[in-house]
């Protein structure tokens, strides 16, 4: 039986007359009713018997039946997969982060993404800016978000989160009365700032280098959670970009932006020459509108 003999045949099988299958089938009833004259012919077997004006089925044609239909059901699991590939609820998306937007905001993008998808499957892999870009280049990652700039010129990229290097401290530290924080005011007190390798060391040397003076670095990490939660058991100023406080709240910290200004930028990243999958599409799109509607909730943005 060839596949069309196969869908005419379980449409009369399921609706019990010519008429009806042709109207499932979208097509005419002489149409139906030729496809399975040729059907009979080919397999040179009667399957249907026509008693009192109506068909009904032989023998051999209840003995096909079951394997016919499993046929047509695996065809319509088919057709429902292809379609949640369409709409973005089907298959698997692998994401480097820099690891201070990978625990805030990405975290929470991915949590509310998955929860009406549970077809989709998130990889999300906390990385440093040089690693994602390197995760995406070689293909370990289909997307990335890392801190500005990016130049290798086979990624694509897009600005994805705006904001400015602030301070974490704590709720009674004597500058948290302060609404904004002059770099000036950091000298009296020790400083959390970034491992020499760390992407945003040269960011913080740079704005301090800048103000003229020397405070003391009395730790350094190479997360800004650890120097988020350092800064609320300590009297230190820690020196961070404010994502992951922008999606969570940690309890006895203040947030300050810090004068001068120092910008920052998350850019989405993605390789030129690969097509995106349509989870990714769909991803970046959830991505997008979450960060939008938390913009402007913290001091840092």
Known sequence: MKLRHMEVFHAIMRTGSVTAAARILNVTQPAVSTMLKNCEQQLG????????????????????FPDVSAIFARLDDVARLTQDMVGGRFGTLTIGASMAIANGQIAKAVATFISNRPHVRVELIPLTSPRVIEAVVNGEAEIGVAFAPVTNPTLETEILLRSELSCALREDHPLAAQSVIDAADLAAYPVISYLPQAMLRPVVEGVLTDTGITPS??????????????????????????????????????????????PLTMLLVRQKAAPMSKVAVQFIAHLKRMIAATAGHHPGL
């Open 45 to 64: 077997l009667k399957l249907f018997e026509r008693i009192g004006g109506r068909l009904h089925p032989t023998l051999e044609a209840e003995a096909i």
């Open 217 to 262: 670095l009395s730790v350094q990490v190479n997360q800004s959670l650890l120097g988020i939660m350092i800064a609320r058991w300590s009297r230190s100023v820690a020196l961070v970009e404010p994502y992951l406080l922008n999606t969570i709240q940690i309890p006895e910290v203040a947030v300050r932006p810090l004068r001068p200004a120092t």
